[in-house]
């Protein structure tokens, strides 16, 4: 069964901590996607990857950054955590860069900043 | 870029009655539409996807229509069930660039026992 693993499914963090949301996908795809979800607006694009070490800004990569050194794994770092920060994050990964066959999701990280 | 517009934002309907979901997009270039479920507690599950080169498809209970002139597409349940209660996401993909999906807001449907 294929899968994308999300390392955390809460988190509570501090103000100004250096926060790391790690995500890591089986299927061998070249594209990964970190998105937020928040009530009422849903599902928003960070940053996306389409190869190793590449990263492209996505609609509101504010307040973050990725790191991708590996295929299967992609990260999402908070410098400096804000409570405007506490969301849901999703990571996700598709064969196509256009999102083509759609994608397969983790099952998310509840993010809490205090 | 793309926008794209999901309505309405909650449903409920009743146990074994139809129900349906309607997106509008803005980019005529988008040429692929999917929609995903995300129930309680889990990320976003692809149900069911159509290109631009197909008017409907239909999987089950399941269906999606495609009106590419005036940019929107459905999702259609029919004979809800209580298992059909979930967040539901529609999306869609740009004929360019690598940035992949762009998604609405979701609907949360409701299926009334």
């Known amino acids: 069964d294929v899968k994308v693993t999300q390392s955390s499914r809460y988190l509570v963090k501090r103000t100004g901590e250096k926060v790391f949301l790690e995500c890591v996908q089986d299927m061998d795809h070249e594209n990964m996607f970190w998105y937020r979800q928040d009530p009422g607006l849903g599902l928003r694009l960070i940053y996306f990857s389409y190869d190793v070490k590449m990263k492209e800004k996505g609609d509101i990569p504010e307040g973050y950054s990725v790191s991708r050194e590996k295929k299967e794994r992609f990260s999402l770092i908070l410098e400096s955590a804000s409570t405007n920060q506490t969301s849901m994050y999703l990571c996700?990964?598709?064969?196509?860069?256009?999102?083509?066959?759609?994608?397969?999701f983790g099952s998310g990280t509840r993010l809490t900043v205090v | 870029g793309e926008n794209v517009e999901q309505h309405p934002s909650t449903l409920s309907v009743q146990e074994g009655d139809s129900a349906v979901i309607k997106c509008t997009y803005s980019?005529?270039?988008?040429?692929?539409f999917p929609w995903y479920k995300q129930e309680l507690g889990k990320g976003p599950q692809l149900i069911i996807d159509?290109?631009?080169?197909?008017g409907e498809k239909k999987d089950q209970r399941i269906a999606v229509t495609l009106n590419k002139t005036a940019k929107h597409f459905s999702l259609h349940i029919t004979e809800t069930q209580p298992e059909d209660s979930a967040v539901y996401f529609c999306?869609?993909?740009?004929?360019?660039?690598?940035?992949?999906?762009?998604f609405g807001k979701g609907t949360h449907l409701i299926i009334q026992p």
């Open positions: 996700a990964s598709s064969l196509s860069p256009r999102g083509y066959y759609g994608y397969t």
């Open positions: 999306a869609a993909s740009k004929g360019g660039g690598a940035d992949g999906l762009t």
């Open positions: 980019d005529s270039a988008s040429n692929y």
């Open positions: 159509i290109r631009s080169n197909v």
